[in-house]
Nanobody
Framework: QVQLVESGGGSVQAGGSLRLSCAAS????????MGWFRQAPGKEREFVAA????????SYSDSVKGRFTTSRDNAKNTVYLQMNSLKPEDTAVYYC????????????????????WGQGTPVTVSS
């Protein structure tokens, strides 16, 4: 079974930065596309960003494009989400997820495509 553990969440003022990490174990990390999702109170889980298993392609939601960057270090079995210029509306619990049967040539941006999920790490952005 694939296990994912997020870390790096916390509280920050608007305009600040945080870097989230997601450590994977129990599988073959280099075979998985890795996604980031978030869920705010009263809202459904939404796609944030994802990176192909090779690290050569990324995808972002319009709400975070230009502010967030996802990357991966396959040697460390870890994926990162660098969040800059944070806004109060970024407040949510952030989850990483693994697509163990990722399609060739494209990144999935729907939660149903992902097979394993971390427990989430909360991010709070104050004005």
């Amino acid at each position: 079974q694939v296990q994912l553990v997020e870390s790096g969440g916390g509280s920050v003022q608007a305009g600040g930065s945080l870097r989230l990490s997601c450590a994977a174990s129990g599988g073959t990390f280099i075979r998985y596309d890795m996604g980031w999702f978030r869920q705010a109170p009263g809202k459904e889980r939404e796609f944030v960003a994802a990176v192909k298993r090779s690290g050569g392609s990324t995808s972002y939601s319009d709400s975070v494009k230009g502010r967030f960057t996802t990357s991966r270090d396959n040697a460390k079995n870890t994926v990162y989400l660098q969040m800059n210029s944070l806004k109060p509306e970024d407040t949510a619990v952030y989850y990483c997820a693994a697509d163990v049967a990722s399609p060739f040539g494209r990144i999935s941006n729907t939660a149903g495509a992902y097979d394993y999920w971390g427990q989430g790490t909360p991010v709070t952005v104050s004005s």
